[in-house]
T-cell receptor
Framework: DGGITQSPKYLFRKEGQNVTLSCEQN?????MYWYRQDPGQGLRLIYY???????QKGDIAEGYSVSREKKESFPLTVTSAQKNPTAFYLC?????????????FGPGTRLTVT | GENVEQHPSTLSVQEGDSAVIKCTYS??????FPWYKQELGKRPQLIID?????GEKKDQRIAVTLNKTAKHFSLHITETQPEDSAVYFC???????????FGTGTKLQVIP
């Protein structure tokens, strides 16, 4: 299961605080993604990055921010503007090569905001 | 953008029976359709995928079919086993981007 890691596994924050979730990969993948998983709603894309120093909003980007300064790292910040931040967050990566699209997922971070 | 619908949301089958999960997509430009399996407490993992130039693909007990005209694709699991119990997600990728849109998931329970 190695190759893409997320930390911490569980995270607790008070409402109104920003929090940053870590995602690191050593697979030499160009593309990285952040998904939010809620019961009954599948995997919803927050942000994705196809290459270093470039990223695009996904379907539910409001209240989140990202950076991609290094190929290996794609941290996600959940800001106080995110109205319902408690969720399970999954990071993924994939090779940016035509014909190869498999995404490799990290173990996830469960964020609880009270 | 792409919209992927998945049915059913839950599915219970007896061990040894077959299971079928169906998905529809909206973007006719979608050209890649993966299926991911997520066991309880674990990360999603790719189990099979199909490209738009293929109508069917099999891998041992699992198979995927694609109907481009109707814009739907299905996952078929034969001779189900208790270890098949998991949440299954379909997805679709359109155009040249790496963005993949997932369905809402199907929780499959295989009853011994």
């Amino acid at each position: 299961d190695g190759g893409i890691t997320q930390s911490p596994k569980y995270l607790f924050r008070k409402e109104g605080q920003n929090v940053t979730l870590s995602c690191e990969q050593n697979l030499n993948h160009d593309a990285m993604y952040w998904y939010r998983q809620d019961p009954g709603q599948g995997l919803r894309l927050i942000y994705y990055s196809q290459i270093v120093n470039d990223f695009q909003k996904g379907d539910i980007a409001e209240g989140y921010s990202v950076s991609r300064e290094k190929k290996e790292s794609f941290p996600l910040t959940v800001t106080s503007a995110q109205k319902n931040p408690t969720a399970f967050y999954l990071c993924a990566s994939s090779i940016r090569t035509s014909g190869i699209y498999e995404q490799y997922f990290g173990p996830g971070t469960r964020l609880t905001v009270t | 953008g792409e919209n992927v619908e998945q049915h059913p949301s839950t599915l219970s089958v007896q061990e040894g029976d077959s299971a079928v999960i169906k998905c529809t997509y909206s973007d006719s430009a979608s050209n890649y359709f993966p299926w991911y399996k997520q066991e309880l407490g674990k990360r999603p993992q790719l189990i099979i995928d199909i490209r738009s130039n293929v109508g069917e693909k099999k891998d041992q007990r699992i198979a995927v079919t694609l109907n481009k005209t109707a814009k739907h694709f299905s996952l078929h699991i034969t001779e189900t086993q208790p270890e098949d119990s998991a949440v299954y997600f379909c997805a679709a990728k359109s155009g040249g981007y790496q963005k993949v849109t997932f369905g809402t998931g199907t929780k499959l329970q295989v009853i011994p």
